[in-house]
Structures are given as structure tokens and as C-alpha cells.
């Protein structure tokens, strides 16, 4: 879909272009004559013979063959030239920065849906419409300004936004981070974020190509292919954060089960992420922050050292690294004490190591060399220096320069001030560094990007099940929630673990499956969904006596229909859960189980396929992990069991894509094994 007249374009016409750098048409004719640029650039006006000193073609017929187009006219104007360029002209290039299509009414949809016809017709790709356009390192087809320096080690860049891009690009060229792309995909009627992702894939060169990339995305309209183009870049080495707008839902869902009320088309979104090892922003100067650390080396672990002359920020910094499971090891013994006698009278080198307002270039050399030759422990070093306003802070950014080229381990740097050392920090970024103003959005950012999840095997070891016997059951089942014992089947055949159980609509059958189970027995009312609330779970059941009473007193609950029995396990109580949620496929949730779940919401996501480790991941990352590994005396959830039933639960569903929501809840953990206890099962067809 995108080929090189998009992208390396062999001649461009401005159609629409203007003297009016004002414009999107005079813009983005400027930003072209200003760019690498060098085949044929053409114009068409049909007021001027001249245009930005180009001599102007009246309409698109008078135009010989050419490569790219750049659309600036209303939007009732765009079909007839588009089909002229397409048809006549050979053109395969086009960037639409005209607006009224498919963002705007029912008739500007169906006259996106025809020139995306025509450009499909030929083989050629589409930018837009409703865009700012695309920049290359071949050459600018935006309309925007500022133009950022673009470097073939800088930063690929796509967006759903075109203003989101300029507000984006703005502020990182203030921080000294360079570009190698720009794309504003604006309405993405051919070309998405997918599109645009799976070319930075398969083009990509480890001699060449960035190994940075940061999305602002809207919408996901293919998540499998993300998924693939995402992780194959990761895997090759690519770091990439995103921020996906949009994750809030107005009004509550109405849900049938834990997990439909839980899952959300938001979490599907990180669970996306995380399986791509993207890390994910929620807001603009995140993802610069977090675009800045990439271009540092990666740390190695969690342990930082901060060197500053002043002290709050530091303290600042420190609560925001240690808030995000960072570790600011204490600093002490020789050779802390030999550091400490190279700076002024007050210094402290405990860490944060702080040679305070005075601190010079050199001092800052002897902490970072220190830092790097004394102290193992730490895997980087923070830096804040801004300016007491006592002298200028040319020599110690300059050092700190020198010291970030040849260090072993990634220092980054944190200048607060801008106004009183605005020369100075230009130019640090003149010289190609790249700073951070905020010493909390860089501690919370680089401990979002440390704690990211790698990215997962493209084919992950998962659980084998019983394919062939699951397929019979759900091909037998009717829309709507399985029956028991179809739920028992199907867990049988995907090997996972249930407590022995039965369902009796009549006292005698009661009795008889009590003796068939043994005590003790947990009853349980079928019908109503949630037993607990109506008086319907009834634990620890020890004789027949017992069974009799209770089975005619819930046999009254409003909805229930027969009582289920099953054999009293003990342990922790655990959750599993599986959600469709649309093209994302199935969402598995795991978490601590019974009432909990509700109190808590304490639960993890990921998208199936799961496997072990990628399982045991959401069981480490659950606030309440603690009591997962037994606390004060409690015997703890056997891990591997459990990881092991989460990726059964994600390969039964692969297998049974009809399941639309399914609960094991509760499953009781403990040192031998995760039992299912209780679950739902809803088939949609």
C-alpha cells in the first residue's frame, strides 16, 4: 500500500498552492522548496501564472507526468483532480491536507470512500485526508512549522493528529530531540497507524533505520496487525511508547459477570501494549519525557544515583523513582568518603549526592566518574543542574556533554532553569543533547519505561488442550450461559482443575450426590448470579440433615432453578476471566477472587494467546501479590499452577472464539494447586 512516489517521490505537484505562507497551499509549498527536495516541483493555481517563483499550471490537465501530489483545495474540488492525477497524470503519491470528508458528514464519508477507490485503482497510496501532512528525510510534504531537524537516528513519529504532531514536535525540538519521520495520517481513510507501522517493519534496516518510534493514536482498527508490526520492531530492537486517546467510556456497562464489568475495550489497549512491549503514555509531555529516554542507552537495573545542587528537587526525584519500584541505594564507606572530600564544605554524598548551589563543572566530573569506577550498584545517573543565578553554566553543561558520550552507564540530565541559562541549554542542544526540564515527569517516566513488560515471542508456548472435544461441546451449546455440565466439559477437555461437583433439582438427587461427593459440601443456588447477595452459598455442609434443610430453603430463592453441591476445598481465593472484546479477540484476567474482586479491583489483562511466563507476569504485577505468596502464617497460592490455569483459560478460548465471557470465580489457590470452584460460561455465536 505505501510505495516510494509516497514516500521518495521522484516529482511533487502543490495543488492548491499559493503565494500565502499563511495557508496550508503556500505553507507546505514553502516547506517543500525549503527541503532536500530536488526532482521537478510543480504547482497548480488557476489565479496565478507564478507561484513562490514556480511557474503555475492553471489545472490539473495542463500537468505532465508526476509522481506525488499534495492536495490543498476544498474538499468538492479533490475527486476530479485526484482522478485526473491517478488516471492520466501517473500519479501513486498523494497527501489530502483538505478537510469536509468523513470527520465532517454522511457526504464527505462517501467522497473519501471514492477518491480512496480511484487511488486503490492504480496502486497508490493515500496520506489523509484531513492531514498535516508527511516528512521525509527525502522531502516535506506538511504544511506545518516548526521543521525539525531530522537525523537518522532520531525519533519516527505517527499521528492520528495532525495538531497533536506540531504541538508534539514543538516542544521536543526545545528538548533537543531530532525526527527521521513525520507522519500525520489525519483521517487514515488507506494509510493508519498499522499501515504506517508495518512499512517502518519491513523496511526496516539495523544498519540504517531509527530505532525509535512514538504514536498518538485515535483508534486501533487492526489490532493484530499493530500487534505484529509492533513487536517485530521491538524484537529487533526498537523502543517504542504510544499514547492511545480516547480510553474513557461514558456511563457504566451493564455486565452479567466480574469480568465484563472489568474488561473495557481500555484495558484490551494495555493489554496490546504490554504484549508489544510498548510503552504507553497518557498525555503529551509523558511522551516526550519518555521519547528523551530513549535515546539513551538502556539501563541495565533499577538502582540510580542523583546528583544535583539542589536540594527539593532531588527529594522530588527521589519519591517519584521510588514510587515507581526504582532504588536509590545509599552511598557510603571509603570511597563515598574520598568523593566527598573533592567537594565544597556541606556536600553529602549519601544519595542523592548533592555538592550543592556553588557546585562546579569539575565537582560534577569527580560524582559522575565516581559513580561510574566507585560505586557498582548503580545502574545510571540522574543529573539536575539548573542555575542558582550566580554565574553562568556554560563549563558545566559541557562537562556534563563530554561525560554523557563517554560514560558506561546512562546519565541523563535535568535542567530546571530555561530563562536565566537559555544560551546555555541551547547550546547543549545544538551540540545534540537532549535535556529534561522536570525532574518528577523524568523519575516517573523512566520508571514507566524500566517496568515496561518485554516484548512477548511472536509464537508463544502454550498449554495444549483438547481441541477436538472442545469444539464438539461449544458447537453443541446454544447461544447464552452453558449449563454445568457443559461447563465441566469443557473445563475437563482444557485441563483445567474443578472441584468435584454435581447439580440436583429434587431432594433425593441432593442426597445422593452428597454421598457421591463427600463431606464436607458447599451448596450453591443455579440461577440467580450473584448466590452471595441472595442468601444462595451455603459453606461447610457436613450432613444429610443440613442438605435437606438447605436445599428446600434455597430452592424458594427467587430464579434458582436446581442447587449445585461440591466438595469444600480451602485455600486463597483466586480469579480467572476471558472477555471478547471485539477485533482485540479475548482479554484473560486474573486477580484475587470472591467479594475481593469487586472491593479490590485489584486485576491484571492480558490477550490470549498466554503463556506461562507472560501469565506469571500478571500474577507478580497484582498489588495484592503478597498475599498470593501467603502472609503472616497463610499458606500461599502455588504459582506455577496458577500461571499454568490462566494460559489454559487463554488457549480454551482460542480454541472456542464463541466463548463471550467466562468466569472462574473463585478458584482456591494453595501450595498444591488452583481448583475452579465456581464458574460462567456465555456462548455467543
Known amino acids: 500500500m505505501i510505495n516510494k512516489e509516497l514516500l521518495d517521490p521522484s516529482s511533487v505537484v502543490v495543488v492548491g498552492g499559493s503565494d500565502d505562507v499563511n495557508k496550508p497551499g503556500g505553507a507546505v509549498l514553502r516547506n517543500l522548496l525549503e527541503s532536500p527536495f530536488k526532482g521537478p516541483v510543480y504547482v497548480v493555481n488557476p489565479k496565478a501564472d507564478t507561484v513562490q517563483g514556480i511557474k503555475a499550471c492553471h489545472t490539473v490537465e495542463e500537468l505532465p507526468q508526476v509522481g506525488c501530489a499534495i492536495i490543498a483545495i476544498a474538499a468538492k474540488f479533490c475527486l476530479h483532480a485526484i482522478e485526473v492525477l491517478a488516471r492520466e497524470k501517473g500519479t501513486r503519491g498523494f497527501v489530502i491536507l483538505s478537510a469536509g470528508f468523513s470527520e465532517e458528514n454522511k457526504e464527505g464519508a462517501e467522497l473519501e470512500h471514492k477518491i480512496v477507490e480511484i487511488i486503490n485503482s492504480v496502486g497508490g497510496s493515500l496520506i489523509g485526508p484531513n492531514c498535516t501532512g508527511i516528512l521525509t528525510s527525502n522531502y516535506n510534504g506538511s504544511f506545518t512549522s516548526p521543521v525539525p531537524k531530522l537525523d537518522p537516528r532520531g525519533i519516527d513519529f505517527i499521528s492520528g493528529s495532525g495538531a497533536t504532531a506540531i504541538f508534539i514536535v514543538d516542544n521536543c525540538m526545545r528538548k533537543g530531540l531530532q525526527f527521521n519521520s513525520v507522519w500525520a495520517v489525519g483521517n487514515s481513510a488507506q494509510i493508519g497507524v498499522e499501515d504506517a507501522l508495518e512499512y517502518l517493519d519491513e523496511s526496516f534496516d539495523p544498519a540504517t533505520s531509527s530505532r525509535i518510534k512514538i504514536l498518538y493514536i485515535e483508534s486501533i482498527n487492526h489490532p493484530d496487525k499493530f500487534l505484529k508490526h509492533a513487536s517485530s520492531l521491538t524484537r529487533k530492537g526498537c523502543r517504542i511508547a504510544a499514547i492511545k486517546s480516547g480510553s474513557s467510556e461514558a456511563g457504566g456497562r451493564a455486565a452479567s459477570s466480574h469480568t465484563g464489568a472489568l474488561a473495557s475495550p481500555d484495558v484490551a489497549v494495555d493489554a496490546l501494549f504490554r504484549k508489544a512491549g510498548i510503552v504507553r503514555c497518557h498525555g503529551r509531555e509523558e511522551l516526550m519525557t519518555v521519547a528523551g529516554i530513549f535515546t539513551y ?311 490470549a494467546p498466554l503463556s506461562r511466563e507472560e501469565s506469571l507476569g500478571m500474577i507478580r504485577n497484582l498489588r495484592s501479590y503478597k498475599i498470593i505468596q501467603g502472609v503472616r502464617g497463610q499458606e500461599p497460592v502455588n504459582e506455577e499452577r496458577f500461571a499454568e490455569t490462566i494460559a489454559r483459560v487463554s488457549a480454551l478460548v482460542k480454541a472456542a472464539p464463541e466463548i463471550f465471557e467466562m468466569d472462574l470465580n473463585p478458584l482456591l489457590g494453595n501450595s498444591r494447586d488452583v481448583v475452579a470452584v465456581d464458574a460462567r460460561i456465555r456462548i455467543e455465536k
Not at 331 to 343: R, S, T
Not at 557 to 580: C, H, N, P, R, W
Request: charged fraction near 20%.
Open 297 to 607: 542507552p538502556e539501563l541495565k537495573g533499577r538502582n540510580i544515583a542523583i546528583a544535583t545542587h539542589a536540594g527539593g528537587p532531588a527529594v522530588m526525584l527521589t519519591d517519584a523513582l521510588s514510587n515507581g519500584k526504582m532504588e536509590i541505594p545509599h552511598l557510603e564507606g571509603p570511597k563515598a568518603k574520598a568523593l566527598l572530600e573533592k567537594l565544597f564544605p556541606g556536600s553529602s554524598t549519601g544519595n542523592p549526592i548533592d555538592f550543592l548551589a556553588t557546585g562546579t563543572a569539575e565537582q560534577l566530573g569527580h560524582i559522575i566518574d565516581a559513580c561510574n569506577n566507585d560505586f557498582d550498584q548503580i545502574d545510571g545517573i540522574a543529573v539536575i543542574f539548573g542555575s542558582p543565578g550566580l554565574f553562568p553554566v556554560y563549563d558545566v553543561y559541557r562537562t556534563l556533554a563530554e561525560k554523557i558520550k563517554t560514560s558506561p552507564k546512562p546519565i541523563f540530565p535535568i535542567f530546571p532553569s530555561y530563562l536565566w541559562v537559555k544560551d546555555e541549554v541551547e547550546e547543549f542542544v545544538r551540540n545534540g543533547g537532549t535535556y529534561f526540564p522536570d525532574e518528577v515527569l523524568f523519575g516517573t517516566a523512566l520508571a514507566k519505561v524500566y517496568n515496561t513488560s518485554k516484548v512477548q515471542p511472536e509464537h508463544p508456548d502454550v498449554p495444549e488442550v483438547d481441541t477436538t472435544r472442545i469444539r464438539q461441546i461449544v458447537n453443541a451449546a446454544p447461544n447464552g450461559y452453558m449449563n454445568p455440565d457443559q461447563i465441566h466439559q469443557l473445563l475437563d477437555a482444557a485441563g483445567i482443575s474443578r472441584a468435584k461437583e454435581g447439580v440436583a433439582d429434587t431432594e433425593k438427587k441432593c442426597l445422593e450426590l452428597a454421598h457421591e461427593i463427600g463431606y464436607p459440601l458447599v451448596m450453591k443456588v443455579v440461577g440467580p448470579i450473584h448466590k452471595s447477595d441472595v442468601g444462595g452459598v451455603v459453606l461447610n455442609v457436613k450432613d444429610d440433615e443440613t442438605v435437606v434443610r438447605e436445599f428446600n430453603r434455597m430452592m424458594q430463592i427467587k430464579d434458582t432453578y436446581a442447587i449445585m453441591l461440591a466438595q469444600q476445598l480451602s485455600g486463597t481465593e483466586v480469579f480467572i476471566g476471558a472477555k471478547k472484546e471485539g477485533a482485540f479477540g479475548h482479554i484473560v484476567m486474573c486477580g484475587l477472587g470472591g467479594i475481593f474482586i469487586e472491593v479490590l479491583k485489584d486485576v491484571n489483562a492480558g490477550l
